[in-house]
């Protein structure tokens, strides 16, 4: 297979509406719109949700819980996911952003003990749990929680 011979699967492509184009065409003078009303107008339509004047369903419908505006983004790695790492190696947090192992926006990182580990490392993190500092301390590495 070469990329200069791929065409679309047969029948999903379909030829796009030339409006406009003469009475002989079947979309010439209104162009498929009708006649008269806010529909057939440039720029015409309702907006998305709007129920004709009748009071909207995203209106009418209750509202329940809120929003915590102090909630902490905390990710979490496990064990498991240290061992892409060399033995004896120093892992905080720039090093798990270039492995990919961390993305985006956070307020911290948590290691959590699931999987095991063989080999010492040494991991610099915002928390850990009882049972991932076990192990780690196990391995002969050590964690430093910031």
Known sequence: MQLNVLSPAQGSQKPRKRLGRGVGS?????????TKGQNSRSGG??????????????RRLPKRGFTNIFK?????????????????SVVDEAELLRTGLVKGKRDGIKLLGQGE?????TIKVHGASKNA???????????EVL
């Open 26 to 34: 079947g979309r010439g003078k209104t162009s498929g719109r009708g």
């Open 117 to 121: 580990i063989k080999y010492p490392l």
């Open 133 to 143: 500092k076990e192990k780690i301390e196990a391995a002969g590495g050590r964690v």
């Open 72 to 88: 902490k983004n905390v990710v979490v790695i496990n064990i498991r996911d240290l061992m892409r790492f060399e033995k004896d």
């Open 45 to 58: 339509g309702v907006r998305p949700g709007f129920e004709g004047g009748q009071m909207p369903i995203h």
